[in-house]
């Protein structure tokens, strides 16, 4: 069993709370490990910025965690970005991308993000970079959709953060 902190990774958008997950002792967030594995990598920089455009400009800012952006379901997590997806009249196409970001999306304003990589082969428990974070993903997304239906995490009145059952914006569980 392993404690995490449940995060605020970004808050500013206009329309979704964005969350990630961080491990007792460690100092990066998972998404932030994801980000800083690419940041400076000439082969995925154009690919990262796809995914932070798309999670904070076309989420974040413009269409809310909508359903189509969630529809790569790898077990309990999604992977992002999604293959296809239209929302309103714009269509997003991310086939044959390289990179994936697992998520796990509560509501139009609210959404998990974990830690990801390159899928390299046909199947993300085939790609060694992504094989552990898709099992860790999966594994958080069981843990923390059982403390959401038991009570143990809330949703607050304005529906963009989790509290726990004293109100605290502080939340630690154990998977």
Same mark, same amino acid.
């Given at each position: 069993m392993a404690l995490i902190s449940l995060?605020?990774? +970004?808050d500013s958008s206009r329309k979704v709370t964005f969350y990630?997950? @961080?491990r007792d002792g460690e100092t990066e967030t998972e998404t932030? @490990?994801?980000l800083l594995q690419f940041h400076? +990598?000439?082969k995925f920089g154009t690919n990262l910025q796809a995914i932070i455009s798309l999670l904070l400009t076309e989420m974040g800012d413009r269409h809310g965690a909508q359903?189509?952006?969630f529809s790569r379901k790898e077990n309990a997590a999604s992977a992002l970005p999604p293959p296809y997806a239209r929302v309103s009249h714009i269509q997003f196409k991310y086939k044959k991308f390289p990179l994936r970001l697992y998520?796990?999306?509560i509501s139009n304003s609210l959404v998990i993000l974990f830690g990801g990589g390159i899928k390299s082969a046909a199947t993300a428990q085939g790609s060694p970079d992504l094989a552990q974070k898709f099992l860790e993903a999966n594994h958080c997304s069981k843990a923390l959709k059982k403390d959401l239906k038991k009570g143990v995490i809330l949703i607050s009145p304005s529906g963009r953060e989790f509290i726990d059952q004293l109100g605290n914006r502080t939340i630690s569980i154990t998977i």
């Open positions: 995060e605020v990774w +970004d990630t997950i @961080k932030d @490990k994801f400076n +990598d000439p359903t189509p952006f998520s796990l999306r």
